[in-house]
């Protein structure tokens, strides 16, 4: 027999012998549709809606005053004298830096001996005037030399109101030298120091009320969209997170910043608010008494002119998805404002949105 045939008869007796389970498939291939059956649902990352996620909806912002104003001397000269400084608390009428007065003063006396000299002219021509009438009275001068008295009195008389008029000039001049605070506040930035050659109309330092203050903060364009006209902030302090105050929307600056391309909001705070002026404050969209509900920017699917988030509902020990309708609102910092169709408590899906279907059935909730 040859040695092939004695294999192939070793090899069916062999075959023969074994237990007909030792030719079976193994369990892990047989059984496929109970095995998926056994399979727990997987877990999915959600999280629970509330109004009270402050690190993940906070823009920052500093607390300015809403009256602001350079001041500036209306006259050229050089500054002798700044009486304030940074930060300095003035009140209304207060001086607050002067100008050297001799070249004023000087200004001053001249004018004065040019309108003295424009009124001996003016009583000259005067005189002389009235002695020509006298004279054509007589038929002693002619017509032609008291038209040209007549217009050398008014003249004359030109010449000392331009000369009264200098003479003002120069003595409110004199009076600009020194510069006196408008209205009580507090000084919020210096432009000039002590012994510079100031401009009529530069900036010599700033000063802002303290009696109206607001926070000023930038948003991009996105996050503009949809935002009511009066929609409400809260402001508080990093180093005192449980004092937070209510803020307004009360302007929104027309053109957007040509670097950053974000637009400069401002709010209007309660008359008595404690936060000092340049103050670092966050805000955050939505009060106590309105709050507004946000979720992650990826949570939120659109299609077919729909927007909708996967909601988890649980009951007992299973929980399956459906999808929410909502109305988007702005976007901030990777967070989209809901304006309608959930509401606080509600737990949303926002990881792996795009591989659920209606009625899934999903496993314990996972946090981001």
Known sequence: ??????????????????????????????????????????????????????????????????????????????????????????????????LAIEDLQANTRAAQAALDSAKVQLSTARSTLERTEALVARNVASDAQLEQAQRAAASAAAAVAQAESELIQAKDAEGFATMTAPFSGVVSAVYEAAGAVVGAGAPVLQLSAEDQREVVIDLPETALAGLPDDVAFTVWQRNDPDHRVPAVLDRIDPMADTATRTRRLYLSLPADTTFRLGALVRARLGTETAPVLTVASEAVVHHDDRSFVWCVLREGDSAYVTAVDVTPGPEIQGRVVVTSGLKAGDEVVIRGVNSLHEGQPVGRRVKP
Do not use: N, Y
């Open 1 to 98: 027999m040859k040695l092939r045939e004695l294999l192939c008869i070793v090899v069916a007796g062999l075959g023969l012998a074994a237990p007909a389970s030792a030719l079976s498939l193994p369990s892990w291939l047989t059984g496929h549709e109970e095995a998926v059956a056994e399979m727990k649902p997987r877990p999915v990352v959600t999280e629970i809606l509330q109004d009270t996620d402050e690190d993940t909806r906070w823009v920052p912002g500093i607390i300015a005053s809403k009256t602001q104003v350079d001041m500036a001397f209306q006259t050229l000269g050089r500054m002798v004298e700044r009486k304030v400084d940074l930060g300095a608390r003035v009140t209304k009428g207060q001086v607050l830096a002067e």
